[in-house]
Every structure is written in structure tokens, then in C-alpha cells.
């Protein structure tokens, strides 16, 4: 599989930043943030901020800065800070650079607002809650079971220093053809792995993929472009998307100007067009058939072979497969959102270089998303086969557009009043008492029962608890990434309860995704996969006749905790209880709104040990099950400060 760069390979081009776009003038008006997949912050103006910040580095003098101005940083100042030694890594937003320097720096003159380096925490991916880490605990890990992670780090870092760091702390270098040039693969235990982040020269650590660590074939992305570089792993927020700020519906236009001899145009074309529906499902975006490459609001769809004019050319065979720019900001028009394919790789439909597999990461970028730290959503960095969007890749893109029922839901323009003659004078508003802001809303989530994974019946029930929120909420089902149905959920409270009837199931692997909506428009999703089999006449895809169940469902309650709604401090609890049935009960099992799940021992009188919980809210779902099959659940919501 050839390696396919969705944006500004930082290795092969650290001085390539020849096309400068200008911004608007309005993000010049307020003080930038900077965005991280940990933190958002605003810092205060010290452009020598980074002089009084030390960290282990093997750099001498030098080191990793983030240098951010008011505005988008001009050629003259990128160039001036290459002249004084320093070499450009990619972007951050907003209005900031990552930077290296081999020796001391300065930045008078620069007009830069501020300076510094990314703090230990920045650094560690929050997806390693899920390996049990929590951000107070980063001194005082102990666990005995190995893993594997990626780390990235800064571009001029070497393989060999990279390599050479990594065993200093026990951990062991994983060799595989398809990463990038500034990532490691290594093995190892996660105290170790975290230790790393004290290091100038590490910017990220996040979790690995079952198919890095096997080496499969797999597409490997640094990143989509902006006109200042690559964005990199560390990195949370690039774009507001093509609606703006805030959450809404946008349409955008889209333009194939040059498409590739190697597969029939209309091939292509349909390859690419399944790639916008399976977005435009999910949020409320259209896209629509233009006829001017350079509009506003278009996407150019190239495919073009060495320098094409864009500044990033490409590299021939078995290189870089594509890369594609943000919207606007921070790019700006005509190049926005813009798609450019190789036309000397081998593309092909549905094997090798799939042309569907890279168009719908690539179309990720074009509406102004970064990458996944989840490995298996389409937008993780490195990747195979796509066939339908993740809930990961839903939940993200959900934080900048708005879901397609929502767009729908344009409101009416009330007609206008006549203005009577003379105009009469306004009676005065009383001025309102001032009110204290209204408390942060509660963390929003969603539990799921833990479903059957085959069956043969056409149609399936799910069930599980909103926790949090504001209500009435709304639930959307999707079905392996297309929507299936929508239902509105009445209630109030911390905890109320959902079903979804009759989802409808084909023959072989059903992806199903839930994404649940409060009043407050926040969201939270749960998802897994059911296959479905021929029944007993593999003629027929009429469902099965069910199994008989007991005359009733089991009997089942959960003693400890004994309220709805517990705190804790430990990283793993245990819940307890009871369960009775007329015939004998076959299992109790629990399941989490993080995606964990287990077998309870016991049946009559069970107990759930070790149940993971991570900062913030999680809702823990206990089902048992009797021994012809029918099935009881009930939750309890246990928040960990």
C-alpha cells in the first residue's frame, strides 16, 4: 500500500511554504486561542515567554516553540524567522507556528504576541484514559501489561535519535514500512511510554492500531494543508468548517477539473460522489455540481502528477497518494478545500489504492477536520479500507456542522408588521434585575445495552439510558453510516430510559451508530455491529422463528451502589446486586458508555469487579440474561472526580 499524505509532508518539505494566503480581517480582532486535543488556552502577550521554559532535550539551546501572532503569520515574518535559524514544522491554530531551533532564538522585532513550548499534558492523548491513565496520576502509574503506541515527533528529529530515546525508557522500537517519517511505533508499558512526553523532541503520544502493530498494508496521512504547513496529531481545532462559527448547514460547491485515465470517468466520478453522500448523511452539508474551479465555497477535484502549481508537488509512484486543503479560514479562496490526487499512483475501486477509501478521509479534511486519535474511524492517520463513517468520525463532525435533520428544519420568517402612522412611542422597558450565569450543564452521555452480535432475525431492539442533558432529546439511528430513523425522547432527570424497535438488519455485517441530542444541542453517540444470518433456509432472508422465552423476564436489581447516581475517586468500581427468574439464569454482564465490557460473577447474587471508570461521568449497564434468552437490564451512573 503506498503512502498517502493528505497534506504538508514536514520530513520532505520543511522550507516549502510558498503560497501565503490572507485571512479575514475579523480573526485579527480578537486574541487567538490555541487549540489542543487537551486544552484550549488564550495565552497573555509574551513573545519571550519560551526563554523561561526548560525541558530535556537533545538539542542543546534549542527546542520545539509555538510561536503565535495576532494575525496569520506574513512571509516576511517566516522568513526572517528561517533566517535566524529556525525551521518551520506546520501550523497551529490560531495564528501560530511550530517551530525548531538547533540554538538560541529571537524574536525581536517579530511582532510575535507569544512564545512557549507544549507542556507535558499537551502532549499525551486522551484517548490513553481508555489504557486507564487519568492526568493526576501521570507520576504514579503502575501496570504490568504492554501496549503499543505511536509517538510524534518533531520533523528534524532522526530515525536513529528517535529509536535510540525510545530504548532509554525500555521501550522497543516496532519496525513497519508504512509509517511516516516523524512517527515511532514502540511497545511497551504505559508508565514508560508517558515519560516520554518530558522530552522537547516529543510532540504526541497516542494510541497505536491492531494493523500497525500486525503490519498490514496500510494508507498512511500527516495531515491535511493549510497555506503554513501541516497541522499536527497534537492539534484539536483547525476549522469552524465552511458554515462559519457555530453549528450549522452549509452547501459547497464541487468541480472535477482533471480527472485520471486509469479508471472510466464515470467510475470515478461515482467513487468520489458516494464518498460526499456518506458525509452529507451525517451533517448538513450538501454538495452540489459547479462549474468554476476557482468559486467560492468549491472544491477543485484534480488529478495531477509532479509540481501543479499549488506549491506541494508530488512525488511520483508509491509516494505521497494526495493532499488536500482546510477551508477557509485558515486557507484562503480559490485553493479551500481543495482535493489533489496523484494521477502516477495506481488507483483503482475497491482494492489496493481504493479511490472511495482515500476520497472520504480526504473529504474530512475539505470540511475542516483534523485526525482521530481512535484507531479504526476513518479519519485516524493511518487507515485501510473505508466502507462507512465511525461514531468517532461522527461525534467530531458534529462539533462544527449541524446533523441533517436539524438543517432541515429551516424556521419560518413571520410576515412583517405595517408601521401605523404617526409611529407611536415606544413604551419604556423596564430594566430586568441582574442574574447570576446559569451553572455548566452537566456532561452528556449515552448508554447502550450490550446487543446480541448474530442473529438471524431481520430486525433487532436496542435500549439503554440518557444520562445528564437537557430533555426532551432526540434520537438519530444509523445504519453502516446511512440514517435509518429518528425519535424524540420525552423526560427529565439524571437518568432516562430509550428504546429503539425494529431496526432493520441485512444479511451479513450491519454497522449501527445512535446519536442521541439534548435540547442544549450537545451530543453523544454509542455504536456496534450485529451480523445477521441466513435462517434455516438459506434460500430465504424471512427472519428465524426467535427461541422461546420464559413466561417473564428476569428479576433484576443492583444493590451496590445503592444510589442512581455515586461519586468516586478510584479508577475502577464494583457494582453488585440481585436477579431471579422462573428458570435458570444463564449470565450477568456489564457494559460501559466508554465501550468496556464484562462477564459478573455470580448469577442469583452477582458482583461486577473492576469496572473502568474514567474522569467525568459513566453510566454502567448491567444485563442478565436467563438460560432460554430473555434478557433485563438496568444502569447506574457513577462519576469519578
Not at 34 to 43: C, M, P, V, Y
Not at 163 to 186: F, K
Not at 221 to 231: D, E, K, N, R, S
Not at 325 to 343: K, R, S
Request: charged share 15%.
Amino acid at each position: 500500500m503506498k503512502q498517502f499524505v493528505a497534506g504538508y509532508s514536514v520530513a520532505r518539505g520543511i522550507s516549502r511554504l510558498s503560497l501565503w494566503c490572507t485571512l479575514v480581517s475579523a480573526m485579527a480582532l480578537a486574541q487567538p486561542a490555541i487549540h489542543l486535543k487537551n486544552r484550549t488556552f488564550t495565552a497573555g502577550r509574551d513573545p519571550q515567554a519560551f526563554r523561561g521554559l526548560s525541558a530535556k532535550s537533545r538539542g542543546g539551546q534549542g527546542g520545539h516553540y509555538i510561536v503565535q501572532f495576532d494575525q496569520p503569520p506574513q512571509p516576511d515574518q517566516v522568513e526572517s524567522l528561517k533566517q535566524r535559524g529556525a525551521a518551520i514544522l506546520g501550523y497551529v491554530p490560531e495564528n501560530a507556528l511550530m517551530i525548531s531551533t538547533r540554538g538560541p532564538l529571537s524574536l525581536d522585532g517579530l511582532n510575535a504576541r507569544w512564545a512557549g513550548r507544549l507542556d507535558r499534558e499537551d502532549k499525551i492523548s486522551p484517548a490513553l484514559s481508555l489504557l486507564g491513565l487519568a492526568s493526576s496520576e501521570l507520576g504514579e502509574l503502575s501496570t504490568a501489561s504492554s501496549s503499543a503506541f505511536l509517538i510524534e515527533f518533531g520533523a528534524d528529529v532522526s530515525q536513529e535519535e528517535m529509536a535510540a530515546l525510545a530504548r532509554e525508557y525500555n521501550l522497543e522500537p516496532m519496525g513497519n514500512p508504512y509509517l511516516l517519517d516523524n512517527h515511532l511505533l514502540v511497545s511497551g508499558l504505559l508508565p514508560d511510554v508517558i515519560r516520554m512526553a518530558e522530552w522537547d523532541e516529543v510532540l504526541y503520544i497516542f494510541p497505536a492500531s491492531e494493523d500497525l502493530v500486525k503490519g498490514n498494508p496500510v494508507v498512511a496521512c500527516a495531515g491535511a494543508l493549510t497555506a503554513m504547513g501541516a497541522v499536527g496529531q497534537y492539534v484539536a481545532k483547525v476549522s469552524e468548517g465552511w458554515d462559519g462559527p457555530g453549528r450549522g448547514s452549509a452547501e459547497v460547491g464541487y468541480v472535477f477539473s482533471q480527472l485520471t485515465s486509469k479508471l472510466g470517468v464515470d467510475t470515478q466520478k461515482a467513487e468520489i460522489l458516494r464518498a460526499m453522500k456518506e458525509w452529507e448523511r451525517v451533517v448538513g452539508v450538501k454538495f452540489n455540481a459547479g462549474t468554476n474551479a476557482k468559486a467560492a465555497k468549491t472544491v477543485n477535484i484534480l488529478f495531477a502528477t509532479g509540481d501543479h502549481a499549488d506549491g506541494y508537488p508530488f512525488d511520483g509512484k508509491n509516494g505521497t497518494l494526495a493532499h488536500t486543503f482546510y477551508p477557509a479560514p485558515p486557507n484562503d479562496e480559490p485553493i479551500a478545500g481543495d482535493m489533489h490526487f496523484d494521477d502516477a499512483e495506481n488507483w483503482q475501486i475497491g482494492a489496493d489504492t481504493d479511490l472511495y477509501s482515500v476520497a472520504v478521509h480526504e473529504l474530512g479534511h475539505a470540511l475542516g477536520l483534523g485526525h482521530s486519535d481512535k484507531s479504526g474511524a476513518v479519519m485516524y492517520p493511518y487507515y485501510r479500507r473505508a466502507t462507512s463513517l465511525t461514531s468517532e468520525d461522527i461525534s467530531a463532525i458534529l462539533l462544527i456542522y449541524a446533523d441533517p435533520i436539524s438543517a432541515t428544519l429551516t424556521p419560518t420568517t413571520p410576515p412583517s408588521t405595517p408601521t401605523p402612522t404617526p409611529t407611536p412611542v415606544p413604551t419604556p422597558t423596564p430594566k430586568l434585575p441582574t442574574t447570576l450565569p446559569a451553572a455548566p450543564p452537566s456532561p452528556f452521555s449515552l448508554s447502550l445495552s450490550t446487543p446480541l452480535t448474530d442473529t438471524t432475525q431481520g430486525a433487532l431492539s436496542i435500549w439503554g439510558a440518557l444520562n445528564a442533558g437537557t430533555g426532551p432529546w432526540r434520537m438519530n439511528w444509523y445504519i453502516s453510516g446511512g440514517l435509518n430513523g429518528s425519535v424524540v425522547v420525552n423526560g427529565t432527570g439524571a437518568s432516562t430510559s430509550w428504546n429503539i424497535n425494529s431496526i432493520p438488519l441485512a444479511i451479513g455485517v450491519n454497522n449501527v451508530v445512535v446519536l442521541a441530542a439534548d435540547s442544549a444541542q450537545r451530543y453523544a453517540t454509542a455504536s456496534f455491529s450485529v451480523t445477521r444470518k441466513a435462517g434455516s433456509n438459506p434460500g430465504s432472508t424471512a427472519p428465524a422463528t426467535p427461541t422461546a422465552a420464559s413466561s417473564a423476564p428476569p428479576a433484576l436489581a443492583i444493590t451496590t451502589p445503592s444510589s442512581s447516581n455515586t461519586q468516586v475517586t478510584q479508577a475502577a468500581a464494583t457494582v453488585k446486586g440481585t436477579a431471579k427468574s422462573d428458570i435458570a439464569l444463564a449470565e450477568v454482564s456489564w457494559s460501559t458508555n466508554a465501550g468496556n465490557t464484562g462477564v459478573c460473577t455470580g448469577t442469583t447474587d452477582w458482583t461486577c469487579q473492576d469496572v473502568p471508570m474514567l474522569v467525568g461521568t459513566n453510566t454502567v449497564t448491567i444485563r442478565v440474561k436467563d438460560a432460554m434468552g430473555a434478557t433485563s437490564w438496568k444502569a447506574v451512573t457513577i462519576t469519578r472526580r
